[in-house]
């Protein structure tokens, strides 16, 4: 069996998943402003690709962070996430060559683990 795990774009996505709420965005403003496609962003979720450094960086203006606060917010869960029984996984393949689809946790849960981490 193997361990559950997130990529870290699958990280940097639900913190500006709840950044996106926070601002009172709708999720199709978040995608015409930001350039990232809908389909893009439910592979990065599913941890079937990573987040390109543009597309980053331009969704991080759109929510008003700085790219270097998202970035220090997803290292942050990235060093609690093992803590927690989460491996992060170092890319979106598995061994084989496979997706890592089937050991990546749900997306819901991840955000629960990142609310743990930053109520600390």
Not at 78 to 105: R, Y
Not at 111 to 119: G, H, Q, T, Y
């Amino acid at each position: 069996m193997s361990k559950e795990g997130v990529t870290y774009s699958m990280i940097v996505a639900q913190l500006l998943l709840d950044r996106v709420r926070e601002r009172g965005l709708t999720l199709k403003q978040f995608f015409e402003e930001s350039g990232i496609s809908q389909a893009t962003w439910s592979r990065i979720n599913r941890g079937q690709t990573d987040f390109s450094l543009d597309d980053m960086r331009s969704a991080s203006t759109v929510v008003g962070l700085k790219l270097q606060d998202l970035i220090a917010k997803a290292d942050t869960v990235s060093d609690e996430l093992p803590n927690m029984d989460v491996e992060v996984l170092d890319d979106t393949k598995g061994m084989d060559g496979q997706s890592v689809a089937t050991m990546v946790i749900a997306g819901a849960a991840l955000a629960f683990l990142i609310s743990r981490i930053f109520r600390k």
